[in-house]
């Protein structure tokens, strides 16, 4: 008695019917006992189902029941469902779509051929269609716009310019544009060790010439690098106490 009173109050009032129980346990409850009183063996059903073109709810007039029932006990049973339509079926959905015109741009034609290989020739079409513009890349004038659309406050990463100067410059566009040009004048090798060249370094910090010229510019591996930022990093501290 307990649990029934912490289910009714779990459960909205309105979905209470007679004798303090949910609806929805109602009509279950209703179903199943439907299902128990329906009297037929599987053969019978199985005959009646893929034997002829009824459907589950002309099954269940003849029987005195609802078509839900009916294809409950198919279920039951495991009776599988018709695979193609029936012929009463088919011809109910083309009464339905019959005279309806969707587009008359898209609509077959009466005597249009289709192409052979219709995947071949549509292929073909778009290659037509796009002649021309294929490689086609934006200008500098027209990149420079799109960058400053979204750069800066305008992005939508923006979080008040707390981002240090260091990896502005790194991940500037002119800076990658610099950084591949020298990559690859030393054809991707490292100049200390011969190994791939990953980095561009600053032969003379940037910090105190913000000199960028081809010159002043030497391709290194990661590791090289970390040597060569570590050994200027111990100048500057030497510097400094001298």
């Not at 079926?89 to 052979?116: D, Q, V």
């Not at 513009?133 to 004038?141: L, N, Q, V």
């Not at 490292?190 to 910090?207: D, E, F, S």
């Amino acid at each position: 008695m307990v649990m029934l009173n912490r289910i009714q109050q779990s459960v909205k009032p309105t979905e209470f019917s007679s004798g303090g129980f949910p609806a929805s346990c109602l009509a279950a409850r209703s179903a199943f006992l439907e299902d128990c009183q329906m009297e037929i063996t599987k053969e019978q059903l199985s005959q009646m189902y893929l034997g002829t073109e009824l459907n589950c709810e002309e099954i269940g007039k003849l029987l005195n029941t609802s078509g839900s029932t009916i294809a409950r006990r198919l279920r039951f049973y495991k009776i599988l469902a018709r695979k193609t339509h029936t012929d009463k079926a088919k011809e109910k959905m083309r009464n339905a779509n019959l005279g309806k015109r969707y587009s008359i741009k898209t609509e077959f034609k009466k005597g249009h051929k289709w192409p052979k290989n219709i995947e071949l020739q549509r292929g073909k079409n778009i290659s037509k269609a796009l002649k021309g513009r294929k490689g086609i890349s934006p200008s500098e004038k027209t990149r420079e716009k799109l960058s400053a659309a979204i750069r800066g406050a305008k992005s939508y990463l923006w979080k008040g310019g707390i981002t240090p100067a260091v990896n502005k410059r790194i991940k500037d566009r002119f800076w990658r544009k610099i950084s591949k040009r020298i990559r690859k004048r030393d054809n991707y090798t490292c100049q200390k060790c011969a190994g791939t060249g990953n980095v561009v370094h600053h032969i003379t910090p940037y910090l105190e010439t913000q000199d960028n010229r081809d010159s002043n510019l030497i391709t290194l591996c990661y590791k090289c690098h970390a040597i060569a930022e570590h050994l200027l990093r111990k100048k500057g501290q030497n510097n400094g106490k001298n």
